[in-house]
């Protein structure tokens, strides 16, 4: 199989989606930074000003880097947990680039994702953990520094609720999530998939980083298939090829127009406007503070009224009612749907008229 973008001018967008779309391709690799997830609210490492390392001066570290440092983890964890408390998950929802990962794994077209963030965002828009590389580790888990004992998440954010260092129940040893810190190595899967996947890319997407981190800054040069860069700047080696598609600006913008060339627009908007932070879509987490609230006014009601019941009001309105509720949503949507499209209401665009609304 040719692994040549279609054309003979100079790639661009259009000719990724119609590569995409040949039905040659199978093995896309992604490799992304924290520019992915900076329209979450998460800031990246080095931009001048906002970036990560920029804002660390109240922690009062030696450096920057230090945060993330084993040696100073050692001897004052308290930094790195500030720190934590603000990038922990379940405070972002996935980006609109960390949905379209997920709709290159739905369209059967995703190998792996790199990913140098620690953010789980990959983990949370649903793309499967066995398609990820979190090459610098990430919240996902955590292990005692010393003897290796892994502490469940949940004991880890009992500690972190009352600003106490997470200390191993084996050993006593510093506990910290499986964050890849500067002084210890990458993990093995790293290693172990990066050879077979780089030699098996029928197109590499790379995205939101400043390749300058090694050994992952090296990936993008490893590869003999088109590549294309969404980034703020341009990176690496990337664009002196004939077949690499440089798409400078936000990271989010570039993938909305590379999935209209591919027809899946309608795809991922859809997809990421039901993420939330949490996984819950917005139209469920609605109905779940509806019933909440409307079981605490029963609940009182009845607390008012001397009634023994109330306590077991609150458990029966958050299980049965949030399923029938929620149900009753998801038909009336397939119903109002159907209803559009045999009444013929919603109209066909022309491409102009759909890049418009966007």
């Known amino acids: 199989m040719s692994k040549k973008l279609p054309g003979t001018g100079k790639p661009t967008l259009a000719s990724v989606a119609q590569y995409l779309k ?16 900076t329209s979450a609210g998460i800031p990246d490492f080095r ?4 970036g990560l390392y920029h804002n660390l ?30 990038l922990y998950p379940g405070k972002f ?36 953990s066995e398609k990820i590389v979190e090459a610098h580790g990430s919240f996902a888990e955590n292990h005692c520094i010393d ?8 004991d880890l954010e009992k500690f972190m609720a009352k600003d106490k ?16 810190f500067f002084g210890e190595n990458l993990p093995a899967r790293f290693f172990k998939l990066m050879t077979g996947d780089l030699a098996s890319a029928d197109l590499v997407i790379v995205a939101g980083t400043s390749l300058q981190v090694h050994p992952f800054a090296s990936l993008p040069s490893q590869t003999s298939c088109p590549r294309v860069l969404f980034n703020l700047e341009s990176v690496g080696d990337i664009g002196r090829r ?30 990421w406007a039901k993420t939330t932070k949490d996984g819950v879509t917005p139209e469920k987490e609605d109905v779940l503070h509806a019933i909440d609230k409307a079981a605490a006014e029963e609940v009182a009601k009845e607390e008012a009224e001397g009634a023994n019941s109330a306590t077991e009001i609150a458990p029966e309105i958050s299980r049965k009612d949030v399923e029938d509720v929620v149900a009753a949503i998801e038909e009336l949507e397939i119903s109002k749907s159907e209803s559009m499209s045999s009444k013929g209401e919603k109209d066909t665009m022309t491409v102009q008229d759909e890049k418009a609304k966007v």
């Open 22 to 37: 040949s039905g040659d391709v199978r093995n896309v690799v992604v490799m992304v930074g924290a520019g992915i997830s």
């Open 47 to 50: 931009s001048p000003n906002t």
């Open 57 to 86: 001066s109240r922690l009062k570290l030696p450096y920057a880097e230090a945060v993330f440092d084993i040696a100073y983890f050692r001897k004052r964890p308290e930094a790195f947990y500030t720190l934590a408390h603000e």
């Open 93 to 128: 929802r996935p980006t609109l680039f960390h949905s379209f990962l997920k709709v290159l794994d739905d369209q059967g077209v995703l190998r792996r994702v790199y990913t140098q963030n620690i953010d789980t965002l990959e983990r949370i828009a649903g793309v499967p």
């Open 147 to 154: 003897c290796g004992k892994a502490m469940s998440t949940e």
């Open 165 to 180: 260092i997470p200390h191993c129940k084996k050993c006593g040893g510093l506990v910290k999530p499986d964050i890849v």
């Open 242 to 271: 004939k077949s690499d598609v440089v798409c400078l600006g936000p990271c989010d913008d570039g993938v909305r127009d590379l999935a209209f060339e591919c027809g899946w627009l309608p795809d991922l908007e859809a997809l």
